[in-house]
Structures are given as structure tokens and as C-alpha cells.
């Protein structure tokens, strides 16, 4: 890594507070560790064996380290995967999520503005300054015009008895140390967290397993609210796709990547069911079932001037334990007469406008109490930001959901549905919905990437 800065000049950064002990009062609430052990935690353990190793620019190794090598080489003692495949450039560390996601709220929050509350044990720490370090890596964050460089990196350690927050981290000239964060010049702060799916997401999967192996009923239900021009905050469309009473041609049911109509195409799906008319708010249900398997997706399209109420039912099927007895009452497709189907929903999807940046959510639902988790696909514009706290509050986990713009459309809904009953993991998910996007709607994959995100 060709540094532009020199070795003087990161000893000024790191001592320019003068070692000052930046303590904050938190509550007990904040530091009580959990039940079980997450893989942030796991992190911090394999990097506190490094403690003492002397900083060397550019070390690799447990005899020579610096503040990159130092995360690096705990990543490998904690995935098997080796440094090498990781980017020096924390510029791509971020981008290409190669040391998990960024943690909502502390993206480049202002050093005075820190809610430490929201940190956890082993997140990773990008100490922003305004002066440029490398010149081969591009500023972290650009926030009102102005650009912020990355120039250390450290491992939250957890609070002290008083606390105040810690830092774990190879410090410039010196060695690796757990320290006061505050003892750290920065100007803005930037944290990732480490991919935890493994641990939120193995009781699920091993639900879906044993069912799958029982022959027994598995229920996705997906909750459409129409495009609207009249009743929600979009782009104009035409008016026969934005017409939120009529689902026969609407954009996200009846149109060529809507829902009801990509999915009655597919080769994975058949359509065994449609009943208008289920409710004042949602005009129409398809049931479909997958081809060769035990699986149904139950799809309602909502009136685009009830989404609102679509939002809402979509978060109560979350929050409960569900389990569904229908009988469809039309003779189904390859059945002798009426299907009848009780199951329990795993997996809730939403399809549509985000309708979270038009209004607020006057109450949400309670969760029930010792109730299985699922998981959960948004296909919504910015629902990452929208929805993080009340999926965190209602226990579902994100399959996948968005950080950018989308046209929520169908093939990335199927795509994502068929990498969740092959069992995959999130991040298999999340990179085939962005190579499916990418597919249709030729933004690049890089593109498409800035897009999804799964996990926390």
C-alpha cells in the first residue's frame, strides 16, 4: 500500500488529544453481555491474542502487526479464510462488505454524535479524517461535499467499569493495546459489523430442513401493495400501471414483472388458485405452489391506496407464530378436488412502494412471546433504514432488503425464494438476487450491489 502520509504524521493524528480519556455514562443496560456468543465476540477473542505484538507498517504476522493486519489476521482465525482474498484498501473493505455490513447510525456519525449504545463487542472501527492518507484509496464517506479518509482501524472492545468505551487496536509506533476509543484522534466514525447470520439464521434453517424431510406444508406469504400514482409518494407511472384499483394490469401484480403474472410463467411455480375480492383492502389472492415440493407462497395484492394496511399485516404476520389452514375453494391444479393446506409461514416477503418515507406507523405490532423468528425479503425502496428497527423489535431476520433504489419487481423475488429452499445462506441470497437484477435491468453488478444487502 504506496502511503502518501508519512509515519510522523499518523503519531500527530493518534496523540493530538493528548491520550485524553473520552468517557461517556452509560447505562448497565449497554455493556450486559449476552447469553451467547456472537461472532463479533468471537472476533475480539481471536484478535486479543495478538495483545503486545509490536506495529510494523504493512505486518502480517503475530511477531509484526499494524491496525489492518491486526483484523486481518483475527478474520482468518475466525473464518479459515485467508487475508490475501481481503482488499487493502478500506475504501473496498466497505463497498465490497468483505468485513460485514455498516451498522445503521454510526456510518460516519460526527465523533460528538456518537451513540455508543449501538455498538457490540468485535464491531470493526474506520477512524475518519479529512486529510488524505493513501492515495490509492478514495475517501470512506463524502458528507456535505466534504471527503473523509480512513487513516486507522480498531475492534471495539467493550466498556470499562466506568463506561467508558474501549478500543482494541495496533497502535501507530507503539503495540497492540486495548485503550479508552477516546484516546484515538478522529474527526467522524464508520463501523461494520461481522456477518452473525450463522448464529440468527441455523435455528431457522434447521426448521426448514426438518420440515422439508417430513414432507410437511411450507408457507411463504408475500404482501403486494399496487402501484398507486393517486395515493403514494412514486415516480409517475403510466396510468394503467399505477392504477391501484385494478390488479389485472397493475405494475408489481399484473404486468409482465408482477408478481401474480412473472410467477404464473415460471417454470418453478404453478398457479393453483386465485380468489378476488378477499377483503375491502386486498382485491385479489393467488396461491402458488412449488413445483416437486411441499411449498406454497400465498401472494394478496393490497389497494395502492391501503398500503398502509398492507405495511401493517405484513408486520403482524412477523411479529406472530402463524400457522394457516386454508381450503381453497375452486378444484385445484393436479388434485382431485379442493386443496386444503395448514402450515406455518416461514419466510415474509413485502413487494411495493416504501410506503415508510410517505407516513409513520401509529403503533406496531407486539411480538409474541417465545415465538420462532423468520425470515424476511423487502423489496422496497431504502427499506434497510426504514425498517431496521421495528424488523430488530418484531424478531424477524433480513433475508434480504435494500440501501438503495430498486423497481421491486418479481424476479428478484423468485430468485431470492429459490435460494432460501436450497438453503443457502444470506450472502449466497443477497449475490443472486443482485446478479438476477443485474439480468434485468442491465445496471451493472456493481451497481446492483450498492442496492441489496442481507443481515444486519
Known sequence: ??????????????????????CVLLSAEIYADDLTIST???????????LGAPFVWDGRSKQRLDCMGLIFLAYTDITGESWQNLSVLSSKLVSGKKLGSPVKGLNGVLKNDIDYSKLKKGDILYFLVTTEIYDTDPPLVTIDSIPYYVWHMGIFAGFDTTGCPLCLNARPGDKVVIEPLGNIYFERLFVTRLDESREE????IETLKKLMRDNQPIIIYTFVALCDN????IVPVSPILGNGEDPKNNLYWGAGGGVKTYFRKSRNWDLIATISNISANILERCIFKRQGKNIYMIADAYKGSAIKDAILDFLNMIA????LQMAIPIPAKNTNGNLEIRGSVQLVCYVGH?????????SLPQPAKNKMPKDVVILACLSKNSFYDILDS????PLLWTEGLLAPEAYTLESAIEGWIALEDNREIESRAERTYNRFQKCGLNGARKIFTTGW
Open 230 to 233: 393517486k395515493h403514494q409518494g
Open 1 to 22: 500500500m504506496k502511503k502518501r502520509a508519512s509515519l510522523k504524521l499518523a503519531h500527530i493524528l493518534f496523540s493530538a488529544m493528548g491520550y485524553f480519556v473520552f
Open 394 to 397: 418484531l424478531g424477524g431476520y
Open 320 to 323: 406472530k407464530d402463524t400457522i
Open 354 to 362: 416504501n410506503g415508510l418515507l410517505d407516513f409513520t406507523l401509529d
Open 40 to 50: 463479533g465476540e468471537n472476533f475480539l477473542e481471536a484478535a486479543k491474542k495478538y
Open 201 to 204: 439464521r441455523a435455528e431457522m
